[in-house]
């Protein structure tokens, strides 16, 4: 029987073994295969294309985000990304407090349109208290006040074919080697759609800061805040997304991120 | 010294049995799973450094403090930078593993080092990748698991403590401070309570609150974030049940070992297992 023991001594120098090799877990082994478009590193991301799908499934085309109370809003919007855009034109529309700021609504759409910040204030508007869940791991509760995205939509009349919109942005971001880009999201039509999802200009009952992407910044409640572009300059409607920057939809996905940030 | 412990072969063969101890099904997970945790690991704590503050409530407190841990890095009045862990509001020194790390010359500032995450290099998109991938297929080895166990009876009969297992835990309890193990074809008190707590409630909670993070399921299950009391107080358990888990582990593999490795190891691959004879426990051979 008492080969089935071991005394402490032996005991105390195998464990001291086994954990002497722990350190060794995480290194540098697996860097290679990860590297962006690496073959392994693909087939892991395609585990997003399962996710987009299954929360789909899970969830009805207008189901809402959680939306809190007054009493949750306990500090100002924390702003992320970029906070003031050095970009010539909107350095300009800036100086004259918007005024001069058109929203170009192109693409595949029936009736394309340029509205102004007024006319777009003057649409019926949608007041929301939701949480920001940023990509790092942090969330802020505020107040948002916008028109919904789908009555714009509507206005513009969307062709058949349509399968995404996507969002042109006044600031740009540094790209690594290859230097600055402009910022740029997209969507798919059900979250286009969803009745949460707004073109804000207001932020805790104030107009939208400079910080949170004044002039206009669209709002979706059901992903992460990358998705939700701030500075926005124009809004386009296509069917397919390898026309724009890298080809993934947006300017994180660009660098690597989920398309999907639903989770 | 070390050679008098040991019988000679002959006496064993003629005092052990050889059985089948595990199934296919409980194999198979326990292999899946051991792959996909290496991954959840060491990629949640990549995901940890894009943000290393955890906090109890719906939000993050910038304007105010409800934050339970906080890994940084500071540098000190003589211009020594500094690894600091906070917790609870105590702060303790942690440079060379959380917050700074790295050879002297090439210090890095993120709060785990390199050598625990995947990638090596601060890169949260790739973490994500690798995370979700992962957490694929732990919840599908876990659905896999649940059903089998319920059908081929693992869960009753291995998992589950009964009433005589909870009676018998201090005597349980004393076996393995001394180092006496069991080797039959039933798990001791303490192995099933464990076991069921890894299996039944760590395993559901890190699912359920991991979903919790994730703003398209908080839409469709609204009640995941009432469940847990905010999103941020589940990504607080996420973390907690992740070293929960990793202290399961550690002492998972010291057990394997002082109870002897290759059939231990044995059991989990091949399923066979050599168990004692009739007379369980009789003096160590010293």
């Known amino acids: ?263 | 010294m070390a050679a008098a412990i040991n019988d000679t072969p002959e006496m064993d063969v003629s005092r052990t049995l050889t059985i089948r101890r595990h199934g296919l099904a409980t194999r198979l997970t326990h292999w899946l799973w051991a792959l996909a945790l290496f991954f959840l690991l060491l990629s949640g704590l990549q995901i940890f450094n894009a943000h290393p503050t955890l906090y109890l409530g719906q939000q993050s407190g910038f304007a105010f403090d409800n934050s339970v841990l906080s890994i940084g890095a500071v540098r000190t009045k003589d211009g020594v930078v500094k690894g600091t862990t906070t917790l609870f509001g105590h702060e303790f020194d942690t440079t060379g593993v959380l917050g700074v790390s790295g050879p002297d010359d090439r210090r890095v500032y993120r709060a785990f080092p390199a050598w625990l995450t995947v990638p090596s290099y601060q890169d949260l998109a790739t973490g994500r990748v690798v995370h979700f991938f992962f957490a694929w297929l732990f919840a599908t080895v876990f659905l896999v698991w649940l059903v089998a166990s319920l059908i081929n009876g693992h869960l009753r009969r291995d998992i589950l403590p009964s009433g005589a297992d909870i009676r018998s835990l201090p005597k349980s309890f004393i076996n393995h401070l001394r180092f006496r193990f069991d080797h039959g074809r039933s798990y001791n008190g303490l192995q099933k309570l464990s076991y069921a707590a890894v299996l039944l409630i760590f395993f559901p909670l890190m699912i359920l609150t991991g979903l919790t993070m994730s703003p398209g399921m908080d839409a469709a299950w609204p009640w995941l974030v009432d469940l847990f009391a905010g999103r941020q107080t589940a990504r607080t358990i996420h973390f907690v049940i992740m070293i929960l888990l990793v202290i399961f582990f550690v002492v998972h593999i010291f057990m394997v070992i002082a109870a002897g490795p290759i059939n231990e190891l044995r059991s989990m691959i091949t399923g066979r297992y050599r168990i004692d004879g009739e007379m369980p426990h009789k003096e160590a051979g010293q």
């Open chain 1, 1 to 263: 029987m008492s080969r089935l023991l071991i005394n402490r001594r032996r005991f105390l120098t195998a464990a001291g073994i086994a954990a002497s090799t722990l350190p060794l877990a995480g290194c540098d082994a697996f860097d290679g295969m990860l590297k962006n478009r690496a073959p392994v590193r693909d087939v892991l991301a395609s585990a997003n294309d399962l996710t987009y799908r299954v929360q789909r499934l899970l969830m009805d085309a207008d189901r809402l985000a959680p939306e809190f109370g007054e009493s949750e809003i306990r500090q100002g919007q924390r702003p992320n990304g970029s906070t003031e855009p050095t970009d010539p034109e909107y350095i300009a529309l800036r100086q004259q407090d918007f005024s001069g700021y058109r929203l170009g609504i192109t693409g595949l759409v029936e009736k394309p349109l340029s509205l102004t910040l007024t006319e777009l204030r003057n649409m019926p508007s949608r007041t929301q208290i939701t949480r920001h869940d940023c990509v790092e791991g942090w969330s802020c509760i505020a107040k948002w006040t916008g028109v919904p995205l789908a009555r714009v939509l509507d206005e513009a009349r969307a062709k058949p074919e349509a399968r995404y919109v996507v969002f042109h942005c006044f600031d740009r971001m540094d790209l690594g080697l290859s230097g600055p880009a402009a910022y740029y999201e997209s969507i798919d039509l059900i979250d286009a759609r969803h009745p949460q999802t707004i073109l804000a200009y207001g932020l805790n009952g104030r107009p939208l800061p400079i910080a949170n992407g004044a002039p206009l910044r669209v709002r979706i409640e059901r992903q992460l805040g990358y998705k939700m572009a701030k500075y926005i300059s124009a809004i386009e409607v296509v069917s397919d997304l390898s026309p724009f920057g890298r080809g993934r939809g947006g300017f994180w996905e660009d660098l690597g991120y989920d398309w999907y940030a639903g989770i």
